[in-house]
């Protein structure tokens, strides 16, 4: 709920915020909090409904190729062949539950988003202050803050003491904002919005007031709660493609099963149990039963191989989204930044630069002369070190790993390392020089000063805003015109910049003398530090170019910042494009911005989410990464949203789908090339296995139209099939996924970090692979029927009016068992041509893959159980098979062997004679 007049109430006094909120500076009473309680309801975000577990399920049976293989089923129940039935209805029931798990996630992240309002706080009722449920503030409320709370509502500020709040997570700014009283512009960004505490961020300086202006869903949390909840998850362009292949597999099956239904029972005279069961056995074998878990175990791995390489995937389809990535939207700070802030410039006041190396709060580095002298004892640097010292609260030490960890402010922390770098332990110092007094650093007078003991009795520092501090020093007009432009130069390469002043106090005292701090001081310098770029963001950067990614830096910081990190990390040279600039474009300068900028700056959840969408309609696959509240709709909208596990929120994780434990941009690089790896797999899996599909779809059909009828003692006419059901779902279920599992351990092909990103409507299978199935289908289907007639007719006599059943049972039983294994045999010898789409047969390495051999071995003793076991003869129909008929079965896998390698031989030969020609 919230009460906000047509001005902001960041736009306006607190006075004026106090009485349209008919409230005052001492709260409200206890009954009229009650009252508005009442009114207007609890301070609590809504939360969607959870989707119940039934309807997650009943989504993954509810799709065209389950209700076949449901209806075939059916149909085996009804034609009495439980075993057919139940081996079928366990393959829908499978593949239902790998989808189920996949997809059981709802309303988690939601659930972290309330997890970060306040339980508790502290209010004004009465006159007198009170701790109460934060689930009972409303509007009007005037909360007491002090360090360390989290803000349980947003809050016009009606007084601050030294207060400064943690809002990285809700506007992306990477240090504590300094809070004031003071309205801002109406226009103002939400970063920019000083007076104001928004609810689930966190104090963590100083104290104050603020009275209640928003609450639950109407707060800036709520309102990224309600983005959230709206933000719609997208299909991978992987599993587009599958439905779309799905719904023409399906279509092909149901046409083709109804013909040859009709064929044989009026073209070939047979009943319509036998007709029914050929039309069975052909969906049986023309569904890929095996795909669901196939591509599950080649993204299975992929997770494994890229957790191993610190990018955690919580949604298995993510890493192959990754593999089409072709735009990532990216946070600056602790991504492509060090999340350390580094001072990389000084000017001190005899008109001397330095640049100082090193980065991070290690206090390795040098000040460095420009242009480039070594520093030797230079009085006026050393001065303004000793200032930036002892005017400081902040902390550095060093942890038994070695690691260098900081207390207190980023920016105070920076300083305390520039000064090691020069040569002085700030210990040392405020050991000899004792603080006598202090002005802690306020947002009404941005400075802050210290007062120290020293020989000459004492001595006051001050550090703050250039402007603030410059101002009370003795300088020339000519001087001050030569501060500001060097501040100016700073500023324009995107650092803070913060100037250090001191002035001698006589004789010693114990506190500030009256207008001490008004004027008099002399300047020592200024100084001006960044968050560092990461080099391996920027090695990471420069590969993603090379890869075709467009890389775009979307942050809450401010725009010179921005810019001038987006110029170091190689993001462009223009300046950054602001949320307000974007307020004022319409859909065709959004489209345009998209094309043209790089960096984004100040920005809100809205805008974010609009800079993905627009990405999306202009064709791109998009990765969105982000650790914020601020960050989570987007990375929910995103083809493929990218947390970061060390400084990511628990809202920003729940909706994303991959979590990068280092928060390191270079990681996301790495996943990207894990991605091709994985998705070039998954179509050399989807190549090796949808032959064989089609190929047993031809083996039936050239049965029921070529094959002779049967006529069977006792049992009538019967038509020959070369396979039954359950021993077809053995080849889609066992074989093909038993032999797939290699194909997913195989490695990145050498020039997939150089093409560019395949696009959103891509077909899976381009003109050359579908020529391929086909190919690889039709030597299949020739070579099984050959060897099937071949046994069948060695084992049952010809030219018998009448077959006796224990023979036709026999010879049926070992001629399918041959069939059977000529496709296992056959499946094994074409692997060996998956491994590469082009090259020859040893392009990769006959041992590069560990898992290769292991697997066909596997699959051999598989099949020798299935025709030689009694068990796996009872359930399947098998005969065991002799010597020879081994022999024959190999057969066909060694036609296609040669078949494939002279195509694969022509079509290099092609390409590079067209080369040549070119």
């Known amino acids: 709920m919230t009460h906000h007049p047509t001005c902001p109430v960041h736009a306006q006094p607190y ?13 409200l009473s206890t009954d009229e909090a009650a009252r508005r309680l009442a009114e207007h309801g609890p301070n609590r975000l809504p939360t969607a409904r ?69 339980e508790s706080t502290t209010v004004l009722r009465d006159h007198r202050p009170q701790t109460v449920p934060a689930e009972s503030l409303v509007v009007g409320d005037v909360v007491i803050l002090a360090g360390g709370d989290k803000v ?89 493609q599958l439905a779309k292949v799905g719904r023409w597999i399906t279509a092909g099956v149901l ?43 080649a993204l299975a791995i992929g997770v494994r191989r890229m957790a191993s390489r610190r990018a955690v995937v919580r949604q298995l389809p993510a890493v192959e989204t990754l593999g089409s990535t072709s735009a990532i939207c990216t946070d600056k700070t602790g991504t492509l930044t060090r999340n350390e802030m580094t001072v990389q410039a000084i000017w001190s006041a005899d008109g001397q630069r330095y640049a100082v190396t090193g980065i991070g709060y290690a206090p390795d580095g040098q000040l460095l002369a420009v242009p480039g002298t070594l520093l030797h004892d230079r009085q006026a640097v050393m001065d303004l070190l000793a200032g930036a010292c002892l005017c400081n609260e902040a902390g550095l030490e060093q942890d038994p790993e070695g690691r260098w960890r900081i207390a207190g402010d980023p920016t105070e922390a920076a300083l305390l390392t520039v000064a090691r770098k020069g040569g002085l332990d700030e210990s040392r110092l405020r050991m000899d020089h004792p603080r006598l007094d202090a002005v802690p650093f306020e947002s009404e007078h941005r400075f802050m000063a210290t007062l120290h003991r020293d020989r000459a009795g004492a001595t006051g520092w001050m550090k703050g805003a250039p402007e603030t501090v410059v101002a009370r020093c003795r300088l020339a007009d000519v001087e001050r015109a030569s501060v500001h432009a060097v501040q100016e130069s700073f500023a324009a390469r995107g650092l803070r910049v913060l100037a250090v002043a001191r002035k001698e106090a006589g004789a010693p005292s114990e506190a500030f003398p009256p207008g001490f701090l008004d004027d008099g001081w002399t300047l020592c310098g200024l100084v001006g530090m960044l ?23 979307i942050t809450g910081d401010h ?44 920005v809100a959840p809205e805008h974010k989410i609009r800079l993905v969408e627009t990405l999306q309609e202009a064709g791109h696959v998009v990765a969105m990464t982000g650790d914020g509240v601020n960050d989570a709709p987007a990375l929910k909208r995103a083809d493929i949203g990218v947390a970061m596990g060390i400084t990511g929120t628990a809202v920003s994780k729940e909706a994303a789908k991959i979590v990068l434990t280092d928060d390191n941009f270079a990681t996301i690089a790495v996943a990207v090339e894990e991605g091709r790896r994985v998705y070039d797999n998954l179509i050399k899996a989807l190549a090796f296995i949808l032959p064989t599909n089609l190929g047993l779809a031809l083996v039936l059909a050239a049965a029921t139209i070529g094959f002779p009828v049967i006529q069977v003692e006792g049992l009538g006419p019967e038509l020959l099939l070369p396979m039954s059901p359950t021993q077809i779902l053995w080849i889609n279920l066992v074989a093909s996924v038993a032999l797939s599992l290699p194909i997913a351990f195989e490695v990145l092909e050498p020039q997939a970090m150089l093409r560019p990103p395949r696009r959103r409507t891509e077909p899976v299978f381009s003109a050359f692979v579908i020529w391929r199935t086909v190919m690889v289908a039709m030597v299949m289907a020739a070579g099984t029927c050959l060897v099937f007639l071949w046994e069948f007719r060695r084992l049952v006599p010809v030219g018998l009016d009448t077959v006796p059943t224990a023979v036709w049972t026999a010879g049926l039983a070992e001629a399918q068992s041959i069939a059977v294994t000529a496709v296992a045999l056959f499946q094994v010898c074409y692997l ?8 020859g047969l040893g392009a990769v390495g006959w041992f590069s893959n560990p898992v290769l051999w292991p697997c066909i071995a596997l699959l051999v003793l598989l099949q020798a159980a299935f025709v030689h ?50």
């Not at 915020?17 to 709260?27: F, I, K, P």
């Not at 500020?157 to 990285?168: D, G, P, Y």
């Not at 060996?832 to 090259?839: A, M």
């Open 15 to 27: 006075p004026q915020v106090l009485q349209r909120l008919t409230s005052q500076s001492d709260g």
């Open 50 to 118: 959870s989707e119940p577990a039934w309807r997650i399920a009943w989504r993954q049976i509810n799709n065209p190729i389950s209700w076949v293989l449901v209806g075939a089923g059916v149909l085996a129940m009804v034609l009495r062949l439980p075993t057919d039935a139940a081996v079928v209805f366990a393959a829908v029931f499978v593949n239902a539950g790998i989808g189920f798990v996949q997809e059981w996630r709802s309303g988690r992240a939601i659930a972290a988003l309330s997890a970060m309002v306040a």
């Open 152 to 240: 349980p509502a947003d809050l016009r500020l009606i007084e601050t003491r030294n207060l400064r709040a943690e809002e990285a997570a809700l506007t992306g700014e990477s240090v504590p904002v300094i809070k004031q009283t003071d309205a801002v512009a109406a226009e103002a960004a939400l970063g920019d919005r000083l007076c104001l505490a928004f609810a689930g961020t966190h104090v963590t300086q100083g104290g104050g007031r603020g009275v209640v202006v928003a609450t639950g869903g109407a707060t800036e949390l709520g309102r990224i709660n309600a983005l959230l909840q709206a933000a719609s998850s997208l299909q991978t362009p992987l599993t587009r």
């Open 255 to 297: 046409a083709l099963s109804a013909t040859l239904f009709a064929y044989a029972v009026w073209g070939k005279g047979g009943d319509l149990g036998g007709a029914a069961f050929t039309a069975i056995t052909l969906a049986v074998a023309a569904i890929p039963e095996g795909l669901p878990a196939i591509i599950t175990i």
């Open 531 to 553: 968050d560092p770029p990461r080099q391996e963001a920027m090695d990471a950067i420069r590969a993603c170019h090379a890869a075709g990614i467009t890389v775009t830096m």
């Open 559 to 602: 725009p010179a910042t921005a810019a001038a990190i987006g110029r170091e990390l190689g993001l462009g040279g223009a300046a950054a494009l602001t949320g307000n600039d974007l307020d004022h474009l319409d859909a065709e300068g959004w489209r345009n911005a998209v094309r043209a900028v790089r960096v984004f700056a100040r």
């Open 832 to 839: 060996l041509h998956c491994r590469s789409l082009h090259g």
């Open 869 to 918: 076991l009694p068990a796996m003869q009872a359930v399947f129909g098998t005969a065991p098979l002799d010597v020879t008929a081994w022999w024959h079965a190999m057969l066909p896998g060694l036609a296609v062997l040669i078949i494939i390698d002279i195509e694969k031989r022509i079509r290099r030969a092609r390409q590079v004679h067209r080369l040549e020609l070119a």
